[in-house]
């Protein structure tokens, strides 16, 4: 009688650590279906040997290069993602994670709502829950507060400047007119806090405007897409630009803004708005 | 004016459709050239024309027609082909005008001169009154009055044509025939192809017979126009007379009868009891 | 009538052009345009200068010529095929033209050479056109009805090799082919402007040349040869003539649709069949055109710019409805 109770006891209270425990046993094999930034972070979290897949991507972090492919970023195979049996998805387009999830398979995209990282504070978020997921909240947490502190360094260092107008504009060949980063997009949000003022924030999204207008509001400051400042300098019309006849065209890695490496692309943009305020020393 | 033709022949396909032809044609003359189906008669005109090659040699005055380049031989001979362009939306004295093309210069505006050829040309043609209309809301026989309105605008020398009076009404085929004959008075030489070996023995002034491609008979209409001939080229009877209408050759086809061949239809119809 | 649609066109011309240099972000009175035009070098600011001269006036220069191409163009393949709908890409020149440009821009050539994309676009037309001609060839000559379906064939081809490279291309490079095959003014380049004057106008001039010719040739090719045409050396010139106006047009200003279909179409309607007419006309009437598509494409959306292409587009739709309506059985 009594033994039966302590077994009964024994089993209960094990099914129920196992449960807890099974629960509490972070995913160890992760596919990242979506943008670079995923696979950074669990990189910075020291889990890059949980990863199993990727997707290819020309901005993917050198660290998983040998890793298998599920297919192109705008465009990952279910098939090629379900084959490596993941038990974790991170970043897949809308599509996909109902078809994920349909055969039972978790995952998880950042940016909220509409699954789309746009800003500094939604790349925060999603560092901070990647890492409960993978059951590493605190060093998550010591990341972003590191990326924060950073952040918060550039911008108390540029503060009370006056702000110069600058723009971010992405042009593929000597001719024809850029695309320009309006608000709403991270090439925008890095212009404010480095210490700027987007010259295109009245329009929404990535726009073509055309040279004419780009030459009426006349940024001080230049920022092009990496191995584009020939485009910029050799223009027929747009190298009558002030910032480009004074030398004030910068070149930014755009892969670096919905990343890890924000708080780099930060630095170097307040450092091409502000210059004299980085010649003072630390 | 003189075009000849020396040994003119004719392949297509392995085929031999036209061979040996030997003719001379003289300003202020009208040959008519005739020939069952096939015989050959579009060839040897196209032959003549130069439009397509083959042995042989046709020279016009003298001049290997081959050899001259397109536009010149366009200033002194021209042909009027057989079918007719029904979609055409020019006006009738824009299209007659593009007779004129070989006389112009590449770019400009029609001279004096071209202007004069063409009222001349639609002036014989007795179509002035057209000269504004858009040529597909014509008829038949008006639509081939212009195109050749259009060929004597060129202001040839020697003019070939492919059945002229083809799906015309009698009273067309006549006022074409005269207008033919008018021309050589100004000494031109005019050739057609023509079915009707009546009309072609009332106007001409030579007739050439043609039968699987060679020449049979070439002379005045009252030597080629015989029973005999007849019956060896087209294989039916005739009657020849003189006309009274036209005091030219006149034939008179008897209908083919079937004597000899076994009557498929026994017991049913007899032909000899056709009334 | 003739001279009625001579004026009304020479009116559009000369409104588009000062439209053209007068709107944009900073508009310039047409008043002013002209007095600067006839010396008074004071009615521009220096800056107003530089927009106008060194970015309006080479956009109308420029929309003026491919307009003026692209309707010549039309209007001759329409002559040549004897087909209403026939345009300047009937022989696949839009396609070859794509296909070289996204070879261009995904190989990364175009970085920084302002050469490498135009010339792309220039060969990938030559040599589409090259392929038809030879592709259609037999051994009495190369008939208009399989020039046609070898620029249907061909042209189908290119779109599925276009298409591949758009798909294995990232995604900036993605945006940057997309919008080039949309045809758009805003490359107009010195450059290009140099090379583009020479080749359209001799163009039109060897086009005028033969207009007769292409007259004549409709009452067949045999009644032609006797009236001192040779058709298939006319034939020759005018195909020749067209696919290199075409192509240079289309090298820089990409593959703009319905220009070359709808102009010497209209013109039809109202100047009748005589080539040398139309011809003429619809190259006035395809740079009027344009211009003022090019207008709409910039101000339409202020300050975002549209491809032009896509305004020509759009305007095909109710011309088309309208050739619905009329019925196109002539």
């Known amino acids: 009688m009594k033994v039966r109770k302590v077994v009964l006891t024994f089993v209960a209270v094990a099914v129920v650590l196992g449960a807890f425990i099974g629960a509490a046993t972070p995913p ?255 | 004016m003189r075009l000849s033709a020396q040994g003119v022949g004719h392949r297509y396909r392995e085929r031999v459709v036209l061979s040996g032809v030997e003719l001379t044609v003289a300003g202020g003359e009208l040959l008519a050239v005739a020939g069952p189906n096939g015989a050959g008669k579009s060839t040897l005109l196209r032959r003549l024309s130069g439009t397509l090659r083959g042995p042989g040699v046709v020279l016009i005055d003298g001049a290997d027609l081959s050899r001259l380049p397109s536009r010149a031989l366009a200033q002194r001979l021209t042909m009027l082909e057989q079918e007719v362009p029904a979609d055409l939306a020019f006006r009738v004295e824009e299209l007659v005008l593009l007779g004129r093309h070989p006389h112009r210069a590449r770019l400009g505006p029609p001279s004096p001169r071209d202007r004069a050829a063409v009222h001349r040309a639609m002036e014989a043609m007795g179509i002035l009154d057209l000269a504004p209309r858009p040529f597909s809301q014509l008829s038949g026989g008006e639509r081939r009055k212009v195109l050749l309105a259009a060929v004597l605008a060129q202001e040839p020398q020697v003019l070939l044509l492919d059945e002229p009076t083809a799906h015309l009404d009698v009273h067309h085929q006549l006022e074409i025939m005269s207008l033919l004959s008018r021309l050589t008075g100004d000494g031109r030489a005019v050739l057609c192809a023509l079915h009707d070996l009546n009309l072609a023995a009332a106007f001409a002034h030579r007739l050439l017979l043609l039968k699987d491609g060679r020449v049979v008979a070439l002379g005045p209409p009252g030597e080629v126009l015989t029973r005999e001939l007849l019956r060896d080229v087209f294989g039916v009877e005739a009657v020849v007379t003189r006309s009274p209408a036209t005091g030219r050759p006149f034939a008179h086809f008897f209908i083919p009868t079937r004597a000899a061949a076994p009557n498929p239809w026994p017991e049913t119809i007899h032909p000899g009891h056709l009334a | ?220 090719d045999e009644q032609a040869s006797h009236m001192g045409i040779v058709p298939g050396r006319v034939r020759f010139v005018l195909l020749g003539a067209t696919t290199i106006m075409t192509a240079a047009a289309v090298a820089t200003a990409g593959p703009i649709g319905f220009v070359g279909l709808i102009v010497p179409h209209a013109l039809r309607l109202v100047l009748g069949p005589s080539h040398a007419r139309l011809l003429a006309a619809s190259a006035l009437a395809g740079g009027a055109f344009l211009v003022w598509a090019d207008l709409g494409a910039r101000l339409v959306l202020r300050p975002v710019e549209l491809p032009v292409g896509l305004i020509t587009a759009f305007l095909g739709v109710p011309f088309f409805l309208y050739l619905l309506r009329r019925g196109v059985a002539q």
């Open chain 3, 1 to 220: 009538m003739t001279g009625t649609v001579y004026l009304v066109l020479g009116a559009l011309l000369v409104g588009g052009v000062l439209a053209g240099l007068g709107l944009g972000t900073t508009p310039i009175p047409a008043g002013r345009l002209l007095a600067y035009a006839v010396g008074d070098r004071d009615a521009l600011s220096p800056a107003e200068l530089l927009i106008v001269g060194r970015i309006r006036l080479p956009r109308v220069l420029f929309g003026l010529l491919v307009g003026g191409a692209l309707a010549v163009a039309g209007g001759v393949m329409q002559g040549l095929f004897r087909n209403p709908l026939a345009s300047p890409y009937t022989l696949g020149l839009a396609g070859g033209a794509s296909a070289g440009a996204a070879v261009v821009i995904t190989t990364g050539l175009a970085q920084g050479r302002l050469w490498a994309l135009p010339g792309g676009a220039f060969l990938g037309a030559a040599a589409s056109a090259l392929a038809v001609g030879a592709l259609a060839r037999t051994r009495k000559g190369t008939p208009p009805l399989a020039l046609i379906l070898a620029g249907i064939a061909l042209a189908s081809l290119l779109s599925a090799v276009t298409g591949a490279l758009i798909y294995f291309a990232n995604p900036q490079e993605k945006g940057a082919i997309l919008v080039w095959t949309m045809g758009g003014l805003d490359r107009a380049t010195p450059a290009a402007l140099a090379y583009l004057v020479p080749l359209v106008v001799g163009g039109i001039v060897v086009v005028l040349a033969f207009a007769r010719d292409l007259d004549i040739l409709a009452l067949g």
């Open chain 1, 28 to 282: 160890q094999r992760v596919v990242v279906a979506g943008i670079p930034l995923y696979s950074e972070i669990l990189i910075s979290l020291g889990l890059l040997d949980r990863i199993v897949g990727v997707a290819d991507s020309p901005e993917n972090p050198p660290e998983v290069a040998g890793l298998p492919r599920v297919g192109p970023v705008w465009h990952p195979s279910l098939e090629a993602i379900v084959a490596l049996s993941p038990d974790l998805v991170l970043g897949p387009p809308p599509l996909l994670r109902d078809q994920l999830e349909s055969l039972g398979v978790a995952t998880f995209s950042g940016g909220g709502e509409d699954m789309w990282i746009t800003d500094i504070l939604e790349v925060l978020a999603t560092i901070e829950q990647v890492g409960q997921l993978m059951g590493v909240a605190r060093e998550a947490q010591i990341l972003t507060g590191e990326i924060a502190k950073a952040i918060l360094a550039l911008e108390a260092k540029v503060l009370g400047r006056e702000r110069p107008s600058a723009a971010v504009l992405y042009l593929y060949d000597p001719a024809g007119a850029p695309y320009v980063a309006g608000r709403g997009t991270p090439e925008d949000e890095v212009i404010s806090r480095g210490g700027g003022v987007n010259a295109f924030r009245d329009l929404d999204g990535y726009v073509q405007v055309g040279v004419e207008t780009i030459l009426a509001r006349d940024p001080a400051v230049l920022f092009v897409g990496t191995g584009q400042r020939d485009n910029l300098v050799r223009h027929v019309t747009l190298s009558v630009l002030t910032a480009v006849r004074e030398g004030r065209v910068f070149e930014i890695a755009a892969s670096h803004l919905v990343s890890t490496r924000v708080a780099e692309v930060l630095e170097a943009v307040a450092r091409a708005l502000h210059p004299a305020a980085f010649a003072e020393g630390k």
